[in-house]
């Protein structure tokens, strides 16, 4: 038996990227899987999940979709969305996207299904090393991811013991939205050959290495983990803002 067996899992955002990883990554594990996007079922998903049709940015939505469900062990807000502008490029428009799918979605979800774990459960928390430090012309993106990573501290502190609330915060991971940040660049190839090069592990990361992480904070193997905000960006983030290339 896997890790997560007898386990109910909801995964927002699972059609694809990071989200479909960590679907694919709890069956594996045993677990009885549960994800939504603002779309139709995809078709290659598993027959064994389970598809709900959800925008997490709706209140009323998020409570009718928590009604259906019994206990949950294991929350997973995963579902997110990315506009590539600075402060004032951005419209109320955009503002309303971003953060009513980053934040208020994260919310939403969280405030829907704690009471439905307080036997014991596990919310993991999609942030991203934005929320840490700033990328370029992605401005209302940084802010709500640094919102998801103040609200899973405050939901720790709040809701333990019998809850514990943790956020995986990714690098550049190999996922669509790393393809729009590089077409951001004024030579987009170039910028991705820097990219790499500041790198420790000199390569990306894929759905697969933020689904393993989700794996462990989801299990029993994980239990005095709580509060924290786990960095998983290949040593990006840990090195000198000096060109190791030079050196």
């Not at 502190?157 to 956020?167: L, Q, S, T």
Request: proline share 4%.
């Amino acid at each position: 038996m896997g890790v997560l067996a007898v386990k109910t899992a909801i995964v927002t955002g699972g059609r694809q990227g990071i989200g479909r990883g960590i679907v694919d990554a709890f069956i594996a594990e045993d677990a009885k899987v549960v994800t939504c996007g603002r779309g139709q079922r995809p078709g290659d998903l598993p027959d064994i999940v389970d598809w709900q049709t959800l925008d997490v940015s709706d209140s009323q939505g998020v409570t009718r979709f928590a009604e259906m469900f019994g206990a949950c062990d294991i929350l997973v807000n995963n579902a997110g969305i990315q506009v590539e502008k600075t402060v004032t490029e951005s419209s109320d428009t955009d503002w309303d996207l971003v953060i009513g799918a980053n934040a208020k979605g994260v919310f939403n979800l969280c405030r829907a299904f704690i009471p439905k774990m307080n036997g014991g459960g596990s919310i993991i928390n999609i942030g991203s090393i934005s929320g840490k430090v700033a990328d370029p012309s992605m401005a209302l993106y940084n802010a709500s991811k640094a919102f998801v990573h103040g609200l899973t501290r405050s939901i720790a502190v709040d809701h333990g013991p019998n809850i514990r609330c943790n956020a995986i915060c990714p690098g550049w991971i190999e996922t669509g939205m790393l393809d729009a940040g590089f077409d951001l660049a004024n030579d987009p190839v170039k910028a991705k050959e820097d990219a790499l090069s500041r790198h420790a592990m000199r390569r990306f990361g894929k759905p697969q290495d933020i689904a393993a992480m989700a794996v462990w904070l989801a299990s029993d193997a994980s239990s005095f983990a709580t509060g924290q905000c786990y960095t998983l960006d290949g040593g990006m983030t840990a090195a000198s803002p000096l060109n190791p290339g030079l050196f």
